[in-house]
Each structure stands twice: as C-alpha cells, then as structure tokens.
C-alpha cells in the first residue's frame, strides 16, 4: 500500500489575510504544494509566513485580517516573507479611536466551580501560604538573605503548612527623586507587593534607617518595622528578623485550606519569548480560559503595553464604557511619551528570538499578543501596580519586559499567572505559580519538564482552542487548590523582582 501523502500544515488567520504561517514542525521545503494550490517558492520555518499572491512594493501585508506591514519591495506568490521585507506602518491614532461601539454581550454565569484556598481575614484568598519580608530599600537586601536562608534552614521545617520564606527584595528606596511625579509607579509598586494575598495579611518590612522610602510608607503600623541601624552588630540584625519571623510564621502554619469561588480568583496574564504561533496556539487558548473565569465571575488582567498598542483599535470597541476606553487611551499615550523621552519607540519592543519565531514586526506581536485577553468586555484599566476595584476582564497596564510585568501584576495581586511562550523561557515567580503554556509540539518535546500546557497540538489538527482553554481553566484550579504543582515551583525557578522605576535616578 502506497504511503498517504502527508498535508503540509499552514495556517490562515482570516479571509482578507494574503501571508499564512507555517505550523509544520522544522517548516516546509521549496516545492511543497499547498492544497489551495500554491506551491513555495523556498524553505519557509515554522512560525514564517509565506506569501499567498503576488505582494508588490508598498501595499499591505495583511494578516489577522489586519496589515501587519508594508512590503519593502516586491514580494512573489509562493515567498518567505521574511522581517526585512516588512516595513512598520503607522500606530493607530490614539485621539480618533472608536469607544465601546461593540461592548461584548455578557456570556453565561458559569456557576459551581470553586478552589481550595486561604481565607485572609480582609475577605481575600491566598492560593499559597507564604512568609513575605519586604524592604524599604536594596542595602538590606544582603542581611536579609542571610536571615531568610537561616530562617529557611532552622524556622520552616517546625511550620510545615506554610509553603514558603520569600524576601521582597528590589533595587529602588535610596539614590532615587522621591518626589518626583512619577516615583508614585515605584512606591506603588513595593507597598502592594507588601500586601500580596498570598502573605495571609503577614506584613514585615526590613529597612535601613536613613532611606528616602522609609519603611512607614511600606507599612504604617511600626510593629511591622525592622530598621537595621537600631540594632548592634550584624549578629543582632538577624536575630530580631527571625524573631519577628517566627511570630508571624506561627501564625501561618495555623491556616488551612478552605472551599471558595472561583470568583475569589485574580488571574494574571503574559507573553514571553513570543513566536508567529503565539496567537494561533497558545494565546487564544488563553483567551478561551480568561473568558471561562470571567464567566465563574473571576478576575483577569492582561498587560504589556507595547504588545498592545497596535491592536488598541480593536479593544477600545470592545470596553465597557467611555471611561473605560479614556483610561486605556491614557495609558497608551503615556507609555508614548516615555519611550518617545527614551529617544525610541514601540519597535524596539521584538526580540531577536520573537524575530527567529517568525515575528516581523511589533504590529504582527500584538495581533497575537491581545488573543490572551478572550472576548469579554474590558471592565477597568489599572496604572503599573494599582488593585483592581472591579470583577471581570482588566488591562493592567505595565510594561512588555517579562520581569517587570510579573512584578507590576503581583503588586496588582494576582494569585497565579499564566504565561504564553513560544521560544521557551524558564521563567517563574515565588510569590504566586506560574503555568506555562507552550505554543509548539517541538517546545514541549525539548522541554518536557518545564511546559505546563501544550497548545501545540492545535496547529497540529490534534486539539481545539476550546479544549485547551478547558485545560488551563482546570489546571489553575487544581494550581490554585495546591492539588498540582507547577514546573516552576516543582523546580524553584523564581526570577528576581524589578520594579518599574520611570523616575529619575539621583
């Protein structure tokens, strides 16, 4: 019997689109056909796009059924249409942006689905039951370290149900414009990682003594309070920080897991060494899953302005109200203005990986990028940092840089976030799981253990989108109920904290 014929695997976001990508695993050679007919003309990767008809010089490179680009110069039927033929069209005009013309009808109550978690005695859940020690400023860092691997060694095996010690450390609080205007995105920044749920409502602040963020601006209650230049000797430092530990570590370690709404729930959302499958596989996956949580009256946060602001046309529709869209316009226009001070601008977002994935551009990133955010109304829009006051779907504004992001969506507490990724990216938080969810068959393949969710299998026919997003929406249940480990915390793979510090630097 003759061998069958394999279909190559190309995929074509929307009837307008004139470029496909290639989903096949280590792409397609010259030759291959497609089924509408169309032969290639060359190797094209996977990830890369491959012209559908003759594109010439300076018209429209559309895909998503939208133009991701203008070709450099004339581009045949049949091409790879690689990132140096794809020049960057203008951003869309932030002040002639439609407002909530297409707010999203409100989907079906998905009822019945709850978590094990912490009930903290302000009415919010911990989904981990950690010891967080903040600071005031990055000079303690060192003595803190020291502490928190003895408190670590000697304290944590008596407390056995908290998860964690976990030291807040970051490189602001002296040699900083305190006052400048906008230091309020730092100082935000530290008091609400402070107050993270997943603490229990724990508050201990190590400083120094003579900061420009004193430790009263973290915490006001001065029982909270540890200024190491109060103490004699580097010896009497670490004992009053373990002392202070194990009160509060007692304290936990009397908690135990309790039945609570998936409505309890603040759900972070982010990319991450993006690829061209990104918002094919993963992202929209993601979105199907925000929109289930939403629906379990959940709240989710997607972010990263630069991957956003040239699809911002297609959410100012979807928001609430007009409030909504002035505040996302808000938010697009400052990030402007700071890159614009930076001598840059929204292109120097895309990586050298995101460009190897078979990303041109930062246009064609944020297509893909704003699949995460599903297709409920945006309800709120928060600044770097702040706390939600709604339910429901809400752009936290932040910046793309995973670490910063991370860092602004903590702050913002959320409980657990989950993380797209094409290329691969170990990247972890201690303060709440991060599940990962690779874009490609081959990602998960090469890294079995570190690749929570497998949305590959969709560009491969195997899976759906709506099956996938079931699988994450479960899967943070179970995260969140402690009752499965993601392979960041299975591994203790946890980056450092960085705050997002537009102020100057004195």
């Given amino acids: 019997m003759a061998k069958e014929k394999e279909v190559p695997l190309y995929i074509k976001m929307d009837e307008a689109d004139n470029v496909a990508v290639v989903g096949k695993d280590g792409g397609l050679p010259a030759g291959t056909v497609f089924d509408c007919g169309l032969t290639l003309l060359e190797h094209v ?42 020049e960057l069209p203008t951003a869309p ?119 420009k963020l004193l430790p009263e601006r973290v915490t006001k209650d001065k029982n909270n309070i540890i200024s190491l230049q109060d103490y004699q000797g580097f010896d009497s430092m670490v004992q009053k920080i373990m002392a202070e530990a194990e009160m509060r570590l007692k304290r936990l370690n009397k908690r135990t897991r309790v039945t609570c709404p998936v409505a309890d729930l603040v759900i972070g959302l982010q990319c991450g060494g993006s690829d061209a499958l990104s918002g094919v596989t993963a992202n929209p996956s993601v979105g199907y899953a925000a929109d289930l949580l939403v629906r379990a009256g959940a709240t989710v946060m997607f972010s990263e302005v630069t991957e956003v602001r040239d699809a911002v046309h297609l959410l100012t529709p ?71 006051t709604k339910k429901g779907l809400i752009y936290a504004a932040t910046p793309a840089s995973d670490f910063v992001c991370g860092t602004c969506q903590l702050a913002s507490g959320i409980h657990l976030q989950v993380f797209t990724t094409g290329r691969g990216t170990p990247y972890g938080l201690s303060v709440a799981p991060v599940i990962k969810v690779g874009t490609r068959n081959s990602l998960k393949q090469q890294w079995p253990d570190l690749i929570d969710v497998n949305a590959g ?18 899967l943070i249940v179970d995260v969140a109920s402690g009752r499965k480990e993601t392979w960041a915390d299975h591994w203790g793979l946890y980056n450092d904290l960085c705050l997002f510090n537009p102020a100057p630097i004195t």
């Avoid at 429209?60 to 249409?81: N, T």
């Avoid at 006052?179 to 920044?189: F, K, Y």
């Fill in 318 to 388: 979807r928001v609430a109200n007009e409030q909504v869209g002035r505040d996302l316009i808000r938010e697009m226009k400052w990030y402007d203005r700071y890159l614009e001070l930076g001598e840059v601008d929204r292109s120097a977002n895309t990586t050298p990986g995101n460009k190897k994935g078979g990303l041109a551009n930062i246009v064609e990133k944020a297509m893909g990028s704003i699949a995460k955010s599903g297709k409920s109304a945006i309800v709120e829009v928060l600044r770097p940092g702040e706390r939600p």
């Fill in 93 to 211: 005009e932030l002040d002639e942006l439609p407002l909530a013309i297409k707010v999203p009808q409100t989907l079906p109550p998905l009822e019945g689905y709850t978590f094990e978690g912490y009930r903290n005695a302000d009415g919010s859940v911990s989904t981990k039951n950690l010891l967080g020690i903040s600071t005031s400023v990055q000079c303690v860092a060192g003595v803190l370290n020291y502490a928190v691997k003895r408190i670590k060694e000697e304290l944590l095996p008596k407390y056995p149900n908290v998860d964690d010690v976990v030291a807040l450390n970051h490189a602001y609080g002296c040699g900083v414009a305190i006052n400048a205007p906008e230091a309020v995105v730092p100082i935000r920044l530290v008091k609400n990682l402070a107050l993270h749920p997943n603490f229990g409502g724990e508050v201990l602040v190590v400083g120094l003594g003579c900061e």
């Fill in 45 to 86: 990767p996977q990830g890369h796009k491959a012209a559908l008809v003759d594109i010439k010089k300076g018209e429209a490179i559309v895909r998503y059924g939208e133009v991701i680009g203008l070709a450099a110069k004339d581009i045949k039927q049949g091409s790879w249409v690689e990132e140096s033929l794809v």
């Fill in 457 to 474: 299998s969709i560009a491969a026919g195997e899976t759906t989108i709506e099956e996938v997003g079931w699988e994450i929406f479960r």
